[in-house]
């Protein structure tokens, strides 16, 4: 017996907040994909927040001839966010869809393109972005200057911000995305911090720390003829906050920043408990003692903070410890020898007058060697530190 295939499911959620006009328009012209994707089944789900313009009736008029159009309502406006949110649970909920696609009801979003989406999707793709900014996708010829300049510019700067240049924009709200990111990635969002546009690049962010795979299909944008932009300047203002809370967080997450910092906290300690020591041992003892006393620091720190994922068991610490003063110990033969070779080759200064020469703020050669050497030793460090004391277990 031949199974007959079951046909996947495509949900489109449109958000809508006084969009009366647009309706029956946006329905007419995604029933038309509607037939050449014939393969899927595809359903049109309106959240509609109580609009005063009565859009709800209208969509409940046209869902009587059009039985694959639904409607959620909301009591009162709630932000796009919110509104994403509430019809993405319902969806996954109640209409089990493979395929969840975000649209506008302003028909900015050519649905001639849902096709292309889905594609994308076929072909492995998590997320899949409508983008204005790659070959065959555009913005209106007719927007004044200053929001083209406004609509490259800050995308250019979330792509620079995220340093991430495979993904051209970032801000679109024409979006196809699996079943599988939105049951995953939803839990993460519903802070109300989520509720008004920043959920679109709050959502994207999140797939793309999650490692999902984000696919790219060129669309031109076309202004709405009918109704209003529910944007404001809070929008530019959210959106670029986010974007850079995101970003000092990864870095302060980086373990090479709790690397840096974690040295930069021993260097403190050992110049400052140098000035305690010496007023009480001769000044080499002194200098021997604060050294170790910064090792023990930054022990300390990496083990509780930097490789806190790798933290060590009580019983290796003592081998461990002892493995840390040789690493250690490595690395400032290492820059002593950077130093010295600097001297004996070239007649340059040693390292420790790195500190008298970047107080003349002139960068020559002698502080070239410090550098180098200091940042040779580092390197040394961090090596020692993943591969040998907090060595991965996998
Ligand atoms: N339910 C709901 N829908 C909203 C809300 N804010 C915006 N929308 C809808 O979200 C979609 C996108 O909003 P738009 O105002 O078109 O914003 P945009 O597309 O980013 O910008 P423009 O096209 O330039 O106006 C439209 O369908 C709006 O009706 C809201 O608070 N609640
Ligand atoms: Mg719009």
New binding site residues.
Partial sequence: MVKSKVKQKIVII??????VG?IKSVVSSISKIRKQLSNYSLQILF???N?PDN?AKEILRIAKTHPFVKLLK?KR????G??YKKGMRYAIDKLGPDIIFQ????L??NPAKIPDFVHEIENGADLVLGSRYIKGGGIPSNWPLHRKFLSYAGNIFIRTTMFNFAIHDW?T?YRAITRDVVKKISPSLSHSAFN??TYQIGFLVKSIQAGYKIGEVPFY?V??TY?????GPE?IFNTLRYIMKVRIQEIINHRIFKFIITGGIGALIQLSFLQVYRTMMPFQLAFFLSIETAIISNFIFSNLWTFADRKLKAIQIPGKFFAFNLASGGSILIQQVIAILGEKFIGLYPLYTLSVISYKLILDTGTIFAVTGILIGMFWNFFAYSNIIWKSKK
């Fill in positions: 449109i958000p809508t907040y006084n969009e647009n959240v509609d927040d609009s859009t909301n406006k709630g932000g796009l919110a509104a649209f506008d009801a302003d900015s979003h801000t709200g008004g546009y944008f202004d709405r109704g209003s932009s529910k944007l929008y």
